[in-house]
C-alpha cells in the first residue's frame, strides 16, 4: 500500500506554514503602499491646481482628471512648457514685465520709445493693454498699489524706479492706467503729485467702470479708455 505522505510530501509545521505566508503579507502591503503613494500624488497635483486664480477644489479635481485623460497630447506638453517657463521667465530689469530675457521686447522695441509710459499695476493689465493693440509707448508696472491696510508704501513699489526712467528717457507723458479702486486711484494721486511737474500726466477716462479691473475688460473698452484720457 502507497503511503500517502510519499504523494502529499513531507508535514508542514506551523511553522513552516507562517514562513510561507509572511511574503505573500509583505507583497500585498507594498502594493497597497504604492497605490496610496500614487493617490497621495493625485491629490497633491490637485491642490495644487486649486491654488490658481478662478480655480477651487472641484474645478481642480476636474481639470487633473482631464489633464490625466489626455496625458499623452495634454498633460506631457504642459508639464515640458511649464518647466522651459520656470527655468526661463524673469521680469525685465526697465519695467518690470514678464519675459525671457533680462530686457523684454517692448523695452528692447526702439520704436516703442515715442516718449509716452503707460503705468499699470500688475502685469496682467500690461497684457490686457497689448491685447488692445493699440498703444504703441513702453510700460511700467508697479507690481501693486498702495495700501495703508496692508502695509505698503511707495517703497515697496516700483515708483522711485519710475521717477529714475523720466530722468533717463525723453518721457513726454505718463499715462496713469490703474483700477479703479480706492487704492488705485490713491496711488494714480501720489504719482501724478510725484511726477506732474517733469511731465504731462494723464489717466484713462471713459470706459474703465468704477471698481472695474483692467484685466476683466474687453479691447474694445481698454480702447475707447485710452482715446479718451484726460488730465489728472
Request: with cysteine; aromatic share 2%; glycine share 8%.
Amino acid at each position: 500500500m502507497v503511503n500517502p505522505m510519499t504523494i502529499l510530501g513531507p508535514k508542514i509545521s506551523s511553522g513552516d506554514h507562517l514562513s510561507i505566508r509572511i511574503p505573500l503579507a509583505k507583497a500585498g502591503t507594498r502594493k497597497a503602499t504604492d497605490m496610496k503613494s500614487a493617490t497621495d500624488d493625485i491629490e497633491a497635483l490637485i491642490d495644487l491646481m486649486a491654488r490658481l486664480p478662478g480655480l477651487g477644489p472641484r474645478s481642480a479635481r476636474r481639470a487633473v482628471l482631464h489633464l490625466i485623460k489626455k496625458r499623452a497630447v495634454l498633460m506631457a506638453p504642459l508639464a515640458e512648457a511649464m518647466q522651459i517657463v520656470a527655468a526661463t521667465a524673469r521680469e525685465c530689469l526697465t519695467c518690470g514685465n514678464i519675459g525671457t530675457h533680462d530686457q523684454c521686447e517692448i523695452c528692447a522695441d526702439e520704436t516703442r520709445a515715442n516718449g509716452e509710459i503707460c503705468v499699470v499695476e500688475d502685469v496682467a493689465d500690461l497684457w490686457a493693454m497689448e491685447r488692445a493693440g493699440l498703444f504703441k509707448g513702453r510700460y511700467h508696472v508697479l507690481g501693486g498699489t498702495l495700501s495703508a491696510l496692508d502695509n505698503v508704501g511707495p517703497a515697496e513699489l516700483r515708483i522711485p524706479l519710475l521717477a529714475d526712467r523720466l530722468r533717463k528717457e525723453a518721457v513726454r507723458e505718463v499715462i496713469l492706467a490703474l483700477n479703479a479702486t480706492v487704492d488705485g486711484q490713491t496711488t494714480a494721486h501720489y504719482i501724478a503729485d510725484e511726477v506732474g511737474g517733469r511731465v504731462v500726466v494723464t489717466t484713462l477716462a471713459q470706459g474703465v467702470p468704477i471698481g472695474g479691473e483692467l484685466d476683466y475688460l474687453d479691447d474694445g473698452t481698454i480702447s475707447a479708455a485710452l482715446k479718451a484720457r484726460k488730465a489728472l
